[in-house]
């Protein structure tokens, strides 16, 4: 219980600040609005730190990502036992993240149509330039170096660890994300890419479900190929 209290908490956290500024930056009437792509990389580093420490206190290893989850337990790094509810916790705990950025936002929602901002780009990964062999080879570049410099972590829920995983989703995100948005994490982009299908969200655009299996099957691959690197190394 735990394992699903700490993913589904932590990673509500994680959705709830990461896609709250992807919202920030693209609605009309914001403070924030057009920020750069710094701004966005920074912020989701620090959404992810957060949402760690959350999961870690409340009991979780701080995946927060099924690529993580997945690859870990295919290799005898986590045990299968705890994946289902790990799973279930990080596919809930982004969707409602998603709905909670929906309720605050939702006046500015009103006020931005879609060629305006509005869109599924919000809560959900997209390519820069659309090539579906190549935005799935980025997803599978940035997921396999993510999670090989995670696996030289330790256990990165303790001390200032999830500090360090926050700068490294950032560097990743200057470095590797300007392709696709660097998805990372199959939860992060379907759940909240779900929630805007789904939602009465004003002004809406298209939720784009034909790219949405890059960010899902990208990640996976590229966190399974690294573990199974590290896994050979030791």
Known sequence: MNGFLGEFLGTLVLIV?????????????????????????IAWGMAVTFGVYVAGQLGSDGHLNPAVTLAFASFGLFSWSHVVPYLLGQFLGAFLGAVLVIIHYYPHFKETKNNEGNSV??????????????????????????????????????????????????????????????????????????????????????????????????????????????????
């Open 17 to 41: 600040l990461g896609t709250g500024t992807g919202a920030a930056v693209n609605l009309n009437k914001s403070y924030a609005k057009n920020q750069q792509w710094l701004f966005i990389t």
């Open 121 to 234: 780009g919000i809560f959900a990964t997209g390519p820069a330039v659309s090539d579906t062999i190549f935005n799935f080879l980025s997803e599978v570049i940035a997921t396999f170096f993510f999670i090989f410099t995670l696996l030289n972590l330790g256990d990165f829920t303790q001390g200032l660890k999830p500090l360090i995983v926050g700068l490294l989703i950032m560097v990743i995100g200057q470095a590797l994300g300007a392709t696709t948005g660097f998805a990372l994490n199959p939860a992060r982009d379907f759940s909240p890419r779900l929630a805007y299908y789904l939602l009465p969200v004003p002004n809406k655009g298209n939720a784009n479900f034909g790219y949405a299996w890059i960010p899902i099957m990208g990640p996976i691959i590229g966190g399974l190929l690294a573990t199974w690197l590290q896994v050979m190394i030791n």
